[in-house]
């Protein structure tokens, strides 16, 4: 994927030609808190990155809340659709996902929006993982503005597959799922859309996981270890429940009913 510089807007004034700077927003996840030293460090990077692009950064949208994890990205992708913005930056391409799964998805959105994304910093020189946003799968980045491509912990699906007649009809469908505390109270919700081969995992605007249909199967049916994907990892409780981890923040609980109704179902 291409990327370009922006370019400034001339405008005539007391007639004198005077350069506008595009105005550009940012983009970050701060789960360790606003005051934490790499949040701090990737809000400088999106602000020098901007002042060596000749953009006018206006806003750093940032995740800081880990039972909404995309609330700052809907909001972002509400500015850039009525500003009509055309850059949003981000520190490094672990603030977009935690595999290219997941940074790829997140990068559609706003592309879809109508802008495009800058990477702020690329690979040190040493090899050593940038700081801040999702603990990737990799200790190895990709240079600035390309997807990275951090190796699975799950083997990655295939969208495209040959599906071999099966007698039998399989469900395919969307499941709203509410999640729980550990006093049971509802916190928040998910949405699973089964599709033949996969299952996407959605949390409001934000594509946490895409999970082989045969591999989620088989791990409900015997789920000896977790189940890790993408953004999101998935255990079994002693009663019968999954915990849900999203970017390796607090638990999440699917009750035992739903498990069982998603069990009868993929």
């Not at 595009?22 to 934490?36: C, F, H, I, K, N």
């Amino acid at each position: 994927m291409a990327f370009a510089r922006g370019n400034s807007i001339g405008l005539e004034h007391g007639g004198k030609t005077m350069a506008v700077k595009p105005t550009v927003v940012g983009y970050q996840r701060a789960l360790e808190g606003p005051e934490s030293a790499d949040v701090i460090r990737g809000r400088h990077l999106i602000a020098a990155f901007a002042a060596q692009e000749s953009y006018t950064l206006s806003e750093i949208f940032e995740e800081s809340d880990p039972t909404q994890p995309s609330a700052a990205l809907s909001a972002l992708l509400d500015v850039v659709h009525r500003l009509e913005l055309r850059v949003v930056i981000v520190p490094n391409v672990f603030h977009l996902g935690r595999t290219a799964w997941t940074q790829q998805a997140t990068r559609r959105q706003i592309e879809r929006a109508g802008a495009r994304v800058d990477v702020a910093e690329s690979v040190p020189s040493d090899g050593e993982r940038p700081t801040g946003g999702c603990p990737p799968n990799t200790d190895v980045q990709s240079p600035a503005r390309v997807p990275a491509t951090p190796t699975r912990r799950q083997p990655r699906p295939r969208l495209v597959r040959r599906v071999p007649p099966v007698a039998r009809s399989v469900w395919t469908g969307r499941m709203d799922v509410v999640l729980s505390d550990l006093r049971d109270v509802a916190v928040g919700a998910l949405s699973l859309v089964v599709r033949l081969d996969h299952v996407f995992i959605w949390q409001g605007s934000r594509l946490l996981a895409v999970l082989d249909r045969d591999h989620l199967r088989n791990w409900l049916r015997r789920p000896l270890r977790a189940f890790a994907q993408d953004d999101v990892t998935l255990s079994r409780t002693q009663r019968g429940r999954l915990h849900l981890l999203v970017d390796g923040s607090t638990a999440r609980l699917f009750s035992r009913e739903t498990v069982q109704q998603l069990a009868g179902l993929v």
